[in-house]
């Protein structure tokens, strides 16, 4: 058979676009991580919007407290505090990819990963310091002592260099610089201080302090701590919005969602109480910061807000005691 000249183009056209095609990664989907502490798994829900749909539901140690999503999204860490070790999940496949054991590894709570994806680092709340392990082989790298007592939630800077540690309890927040591996310095804040948020240009960390029901502000170049801010209602963990002038704190006592506004210097203030399900705690933003997940580990709940109008637009029944939750974009 002969081509004509334009049959020829077409078929260069053709097998051009089926390259271009083949070369682009596949879609995938957007997908709500969590760990259900009683019953030690790891939830996984597609992700939506307001629309939650369970897809998975995998085996995790004893106790699990804590997650966290590598950089590429293609892994997840869970933190197993009872037994003592990390699940490794693969999300491609939707399996657990490997259990991580040590001896050094002990009572693993707050996660996070590097920007690059190499390293993980665990809190250790029995053993007052931060583990630093591979991604890779889940070798120890090494072992950082915090200098403060209970070190339960992570927070690593956006360009990894920084990692602040929250020392449930001797009050403080441990800066340690990830490039040499220690502590350069230790900031008093309230009584038991876990969620943490940094404002989005870097300036401000944000520390709720449990016991204290206040919310304090650290300015990150200086170190210096202004607010609080109080709160009331034993608040839990905080995320702020994008552009950094909400931020959305996690109420237990009052079964609410507190909203804070960050706007005004010193008059920040508590903005509203949004209720929520019985004593919630995680808490998560999706990928545009429109719809924000609320875990109420009292009865067993996810509630779903849409930020665009400030209210609950859903409840989601998961696992018991929903704790830690992450989100992939």
């Given at each position: 058979m002969t081509l004509t000249l334009r049959q020829s183009w077409l078929l260069v056209i053709l097998a051009c676009s089926w390259s271009v095609a083949a070369a682009q990664p596949a879609s995938r989907d957007s997908l709500l991580l969590v760990v259900h502490r009683t019953d030690a798994t790891l939830g996984v829900f597609k992700a939506q919007g307001a629309s939650l749909t369970s897809?998975?539901?995998l085996p995790t140690g004893s106790g699990?407290?804590?997650?966290?999503?590598?950089?590429?999204?293609r892994r997840a860490?869970?933190?197993?505090?009872?037994?003592?070790?990390?699940?490794?999940?693969?999300?491609?496949?939707?399996?657990?990819?490997?259990?991580?054991?040590?001896?050094?590894?002990?009572?693993?709570?707050?996660?996070?990963?590097?920007?690059?994806?190499?390293?993980?680092?665990?809190a250790m709340s029995a053993q007052d310091s931060v583990l630093v392990l591979s991604t890779d082989t889940h070798g120890v790298i090494k072992e950082i002592p915090t200098g403060g007592k209970?070190?339960?939630?992570?927070?690593?800077?956006?360009?990894?260099?920084?990692?602040?540690?929250?020392?449930?309890q001797s009050f403080s927040v441990s800066v340690i610089d990830t490039t040499s591996g220690t502590v350069a310095a230790t900031i008093k804040v309230g009584k038991q201080p876990r969620g943490m948020a940094l404002t989005p240009?870097?300036?401000?960390?944000?520390?709720?302090?449990v016991s204290q029901d206040t919310l304090s502000f650290v300015e990150t170049a200086s170190r210096q701590v202004t607010g609080p801010v109080g709160l009331g209602h034993a608040p839990q963990r905080i995320v702020l919005?994008?552009?950094?002038?909400?931020?959305?704190?996690?109420?237990?006592?009052?079964?609410?969602?507190?909203?804070?506004?960050?706007?005004?210097?010193?008059?920040?203030s508590l903005k509203k109480?949004?209720?929520?399900?019985?004593?919630?705690?995680?808490?998560?933003?999706?990928?545009?910061?429109?719809?924000?997940?609320?875990?109420?580990?009292?009865?067993?709940?996810?509630?779903?807000?849409?930020?665009r109008v400030m209210e609950a637009v859903r409840t989601v029944p998961t696992?018991?005691?929903?704790?830690?939750?992450?989100?992939?974009q």
């Amino acid at each position: 058979m002969t081509l004509t000249l334009r049959q020829s183009w077409l078929l260069v056209i053709l097998a051009c676009s089926w390259s271009v095609a083949a070369a682009q990664p596949a879609s995938r989907d957007s997908l709500l991580l969590v760990v259900h502490r009683t019953d030690a798994t790891l939830g996984v829900f597609k992700a939506q919007g307001a629309s939650l749909t369970s897809v998975k539901t995998l085996p995790t140690g004893s106790g699990p407290r804590e997650v966290c999503i590598t950089p590429d999204g293609r892994r997840a860490y869970v933190s197993n505090k009872d037994d003592h070790s990390l699940t490794v999940v693969d999300l491609d496949t939707m399996t657990v990819a490997a259990t991580v054991t040590d001896p050094t590894l002990r009572s693993p709570e707050g996660l996070a990963v590097s920007p690059d994806g190499k390293r993980l680092y665990v809190a250790m709340s029995a053993q007052d310091s931060v583990l630093v392990l591979s991604t890779d082989t889940h070798g120890v790298i090494k072992e950082i002592p915090t200098g403060g007592k209970t070190p339960m939630r992570l927070l690593l800077a956006p360009d990894g260099r920084t990692l602040w540690v929250a020392n449930d309890q001797s009050f403080s927040v441990s800066v340690i610089d990830t490039t040499s591996g220690t502590v350069a310095a230790t900031i008093k804040v309230g009584k038991q201080p876990r969620g943490m948020a940094l404002t989005p240009d870097g300036k401000m960390l944000l520390v709720v302090n449990v016991s204290q029901d206040t919310l304090s502000f650290v300015e990150t170049a200086s170190r210096q701590v202004t607010g609080p801010v109080g709160l009331g209602h034993a608040p839990q963990r905080i995320v702020l919005a994008p552009d950094g002038q909400l931020g959305y704190v996690t109420g237990r006592g009052c079964d609410a969602l507190l909203f804070v506004d960050l706007r005004g210097g010193a008059n920040r203030s508590l903005k509203k109480q949004l209720p929520v399900g019985a004593q919630p705690n995680g808490l998560v933003l999706n990928g545009d910061g429109t719809y924000l997940y609320v875990g109420n580990d009292k009865d067993n709940t996810l509630s779903v807000i849409d930020l665009r109008v400030m209210e609950a637009v859903r409840t989601v029944p998961t696992g018991r005691f929903p704790d830690g939750l992450a989100f992939r974009q």
